[in-house]
């Protein structure tokens, strides 16, 4: 009785418990976080389907994002677009719009945790699978944690994107396709084929899956028709399910456009494709797998070389591997141009037959001589241990902010976006048009509006969104001069202020008989003024030459250095305008924020000026306001300068650098807006 208690603890509670500790190791930190850092883009989209559906009713056959432009326009246009799009059967997101449903409110925590369950349980199954192959319980373990910590998978485990979740039904389906070769039982068949039809519905290059087993079933039982008519029908029927709600995604994007890629992307040319699968290796290689994975992966592999598949059984299996992997070198052709910067493609191609390799290369491990075992499993535990502190170091850069990340820049200023909506009376139901976006939705969720994003700033684009159907305006406070002045100069006289944050402004579009400037757009004279000026500058001689204001050719000029102390309220920006001539156009040109505080925390940002130095011109005039860290605990030592990293000449006139707090955040006609 007590060994009985010890093995169902063994089998079955150890390995929940060591994936459970796991998660709450890697993920306690992120597990509420809204979409960020990678892939924020594409993860964003799919949490905005799931929001999609609890505004609209939940009707799964009509999925929608707050986007009301989609990437790839219907046949004919809509004259009112809902934000439909086709996309790969949104079960997951579904669930996660049912769950928040429940909770009241749409949360990323509860799409997070649903994604981390589904991985987790998917993982937990792939040790189920290694134990009934025959592989050792050592070695079980250890392939558990070299699939957990491969940082590819780790780092979508709790993401958006359903590609783990796809993982996890593939797994699911392995487990019982073992099951059935061993049982030949039918309903154990058909709850395989449920799973990988659900893999291949839910992320379509799984289908690779769906044919690869198919394929093993007739290489294997080619001569055993009576088995082959058993299980075809099982196959063809979950293809014609895959292929059914294919047809169905292209009625979507015929009839709604889409927001996804559903187009294959190919290279021009064999040489162009050779280029980009070495770039995709040289940008990902250890991300999809550390290291120390892939000399586990490698030793474990190696062994199939030389004693081959063994019984039927794991014929199948290794010959499903085996196809999988040649669709999913086909599949990389196809894709070769996204691959480079997509590293969820390995997971929806390449992840799975490379894992199936590896549990029946350590069913033969598990056969050797047992003197021999212990060194093995040594080996084994002393490479997850290289995997695990790989791992988390690479989660841990993953989910740090990076300075030139504007789509992370773009999350944090939209941050607080639609309290800002709501103080200023814009209806719930009003249309916005982002400006200056950096992603479809990410600015949509965070104001909690549907409307419309402008992603790249040229002056046609610009010029294009303006005669959309919407209501107000949003734009980024750090990237209005920049990006949206810079480009489109005429929009000063198209846009009427009617609130403002410090990170985003809101507008109303307006015919102005004059242009507004940067601080009129911004109501930055209205503001508490923390800081003004720069005894640095101050202490800067003038220059003797015909520069107005000073001649700076070093590599730092200091803005500020001061002390910001606990207590202090957020929206703190820091402000910066002036004209700069230069005797050559700048090459490096960054002004800097450094925040640190006493506790070790850091944060730095910079800002590239060279785009103000428009086309090959000496002359300059950026003007941008960068955010301090939102919540002030404690005393901040803050630092702002000027970088000058190729030690030019500067003629640095008409400098105005401040650092202010936004307590006047509405127009003075903030109810009047049938006015305009």
Known sequence: MTQGRFSIFQEYV????????????FFRNTQTQFPAHIHAWTQSDRYALAVGFMENGYDFFHPATLNLKPRYEAAIPLEDPQGITSVDFPIIEYLAALLMGIYGQPAPWIFRTLMLLLGLSGLFIWFRFLREAGVNYGLSLSSLLLAFTAPVFTYYLNGFIPSTSAVAMSLAALYFFARYLRNEKIKTLITALIFLTLSALIRKPFVMGLLAWAGAFVLIFWKEKSKLRIVLPGFFMALAIVGFYHVYNKFLSFTYGSLFISDLMPADTFSETFQLIRISWANWKLTYFSLPAWIGIGLAVSGLLFKGFGNKTNKVIGFSALLWLAASGLYLLAMARQFPAHDYYFLDSFFLPVLILLGLGLRLLSKIEKPFQRGILFIAFALNGWMLKEAYAIQNERNTFKS???????????EGGAKL??????????????????????????????GYTVINTTQENIKQ????????????????????????????????????NGKIGIYLQYENSNPL??????????????????????????????????????AFLPLADTILHAGTKPEISLFFEAEIHSANLPKKLFLVMD??????????????????????????????????????EQELKLKAYLWNVGEQYLCIENLDFKLIQYQNKFSQYPNDYEEY
């Open 595 to 632: 925040v640190s505080s006493d506790d070790g925390s850091k944060h730095y940002e910079s800002f590239d000026l060279r785009p103000f130095f428009e086309a090959d011109s000496t002359f300059g005039r950026p003007a941008l306001m960068m955010q301090l860290p939102h919540y002030i």
């Open 465 to 500: 969104a303006m005669e959309w159907d919407f209501d107000f305006i949003a734009i980024q406070n750090r990237f209005l001069a920049s990006d949206i002045l810079r480009n489109y100069p005429d929009i000063t006289q198209k846009l009427q202020p009617v609130a403002n």
């Open 517 to 554: 400037s940067y601080k009129e757009l911004t109501y930055l004279e209205q503001q508490l003024v923390l800081l003004e000026g720069s005894t640095f500058i101050n202490q800067h001689p003038k220059s003797n030459s015909s520069c107005e204001g000073m001649v700076f050719e070093h």
């Open 421 to 450: 909506l709501a103080e200023a009376k814009v209806p719930p139901n009003a249309k916005i048009l982002v400006l200056d976006a950096y992603t479809t939705n990410i600015p949509l969720l965070l104001l909690e509006r549907k």
């Open 14 to 25: 150890l390995p929940a418990i060591v994936l459970l500790v796991l998660a709450f190791f």
């Open 404 to 414: 030139w990340d504007r789509t992370e820049i773009t999350r944090r200023n939209f």
